[in-house]
């Protein structure tokens, strides 16, 4: 591309599908919108049931959204949320792996029982959903994978030994992914969230001491935004990052240079 055919339209969405795992709650619920607001229909799947909120948000946009309720760590479920979204759109541009869970606890109570849930969904659905998805962005030579990583990709974090785990894990997988797919004109790359207001961290942000913890380790001297993430994850989803290739980009006010 040359510089002369730069314009803002690079990072609008119109015409592409997405999936977004997790995506109608939480921070997957901004992705959603996110996307759905620069042009993009949206495919959610979720455990979780669909109370109508995310969808009203998305079809408010003029986009369509569809919705799956779904285990994803059960066998052939990644495999039915992505020909889903084929189904229902015709193709699938864009994964955004959101779904996730964090179970906190000492080294001493962390057991197999809270480390392999967290690894079958935190890491394996988002190998088995992207595995899915490369199938037909391969032959149609285009596609955004999106993975969620988080600060904790390259830091170890007390009482969650499988959430660092996962979280370095997604890293890797994102770098191995696109090495092979970027000849394919794949781009797979990850958001690194910092800390952010989620009812995942309502106990630590209500715990005076600790939340002033968090605080005096974020430049930006606040706790993240849902909305703080939509930008970043237009961006990745869009044209104008075509030459961006197995990056892990942190959100984080700043917290991993201090």
């Not at 009203?56 to 569809?66: D, I, N, S, W």
């Not at 959903?129 to 199938?135: N, R």
Request: with cysteine; hydrophobic share 45%; proline share 4%.
């Amino acid at each position: 591309m040359d510089i002369t055919d730069f314009h803002p339209r690079l990072f609008s969405l119109d015409g592409r599908n997405a999936i977004v795992t997790g995506g109608n709650t939480g921070l997957g619920q901004a992705f959603s919108l996110a996307l759905a607001k620069a042009g993009a229909n949206v495919f959610v799947a979720s455990a979780l049931a669909d109370d109508g909120t995310t969808r009203a948000l998305v079809e408010a946009t003029g986009r369509r959204m569809e919705f799956l309720k779904a285990d994803l760590t059960e066998p052939g479920v990644p495999r039915q949320v992505v020909r889903g979204c084929v189904e229902a759109f015709g193709s699938v541009d864009i994964l955004v792996n959101s779904a996730g869970i964090a179970t906190l606890a000492t080294v001493e109570e962390f057991g197999r029982a809270e480390w392999d849930p967290m690894v079958a969904i935190n890491l394996t659905a988002a190998f088995e959903l992207s595995h899915e998805a490369t199938s037909f962005m391969i032959p149609q030579r285009s596609g955004k994978i999106i993975n969620i990583a988080s600060v904790f990709s390259v830091l170890g974090g007390r009482w969650s030994p499988a959430y660092a785990a996962t979280k370095h894990g997604i890293a890797g997988f994102t770098k191995a992914y696109c090495d092979e797919l970027a000849q394919y004109n794949i781009q797979v790359n990850a958001l690194a969230p910092g800390y952010f207001a989620t009812r995942i961290t309502e106990a630590t942000r209500t715990d005076p001491e600790s939340n002033q913890r968090v605080l005096d380790h974020i430049p930006a001297a606040r706790w993240g935004e849902a909305a703080d993430l939509m930008g970043a994850v237009v961006f990745l989803a869009s044209r104008a990052s075509d030459y961006i290739n197995g990056v892990v980009l942190p959100v984080d006010g700043g917290y991993l240079v201090r």
